[in-house]
């Protein structure tokens, strides 16, 4: 089952991937799915460990990753988002060059 989500979340997230630079909900809805795919991974290299090699500490070190991964993106998001909250300057834009205007 983990195979055909990786599958899945890899069509989806380069289905998204197109409008994300310009939409923050889009975005949010890329990182979402590209944590699933980790998620996916861990899921079949931790499987594998542990069928191979009986090595069961594989999975919570592999779901700490993968829950250090996600949070990166979580904060990256609610940045952005809390910038756009608070009305300020877009980040691509230089303020300073936009007021000597």
Same mark, same amino acid.
């Given at each position: 089952?983990? !195979?055909? @989500?990786?599958?899945?979340?890899? %069509?989806?997230?380069?289905?998204?991937?197109?409008?994300?630079?310009?939409?923050?909900? =889009?975005?949010?809805?890329?990182?979402?799915?590209? @944590?699933?795919?980790?998620? $996916?991974?861990?899921? =079949?290299?931790?499987? *594998?460990?542990?069928?191979?090699?009986?090595?069961? !500490? %594989?999975?919570?070190? *592999? $779901?700490? +990753?993968? +829950?250090?991964?996600?949070?990166?993106?979580?904060?990256?998001?609610?940045? &952005?988002?809390?910038? =756009? %909250? #608070? &009305? @300020?300057?877009?980040?691509? =834009?230089?303020?300073?060059? +936009? #007021?000597?205007?």
């Amino acid at each position: 089952m983990a !195979i055909v @989500g990786l599958i899945v979340n890899v %069509f989806v997230a380069s289905w998204l991937n197109k409008g994300a630079k310009r939409d923050l909900n =889009i975005k949010s809805a890329l990182y979402h799915v590209i @944590g699933d795919a980790l998620a $996916s991974i861990g899921v =079949i290299i931790g499987g *594998v460990v542990i069928y191979l090699a009986g090595k069961v !500490i %594989f999975d919570p070190l *592999v $779901s700490i +990753a993968i +829950a250090l991964i996600i949070l990166s993106d979580s904060v990256r998001i609610l940045q &952005e988002s809390s910038r =756009i %909250f #608070i &009305e @300020g300057v877009p980040r691509d =834009i230089d303020l300073n060059r +936009a #007021i000597s205007r």
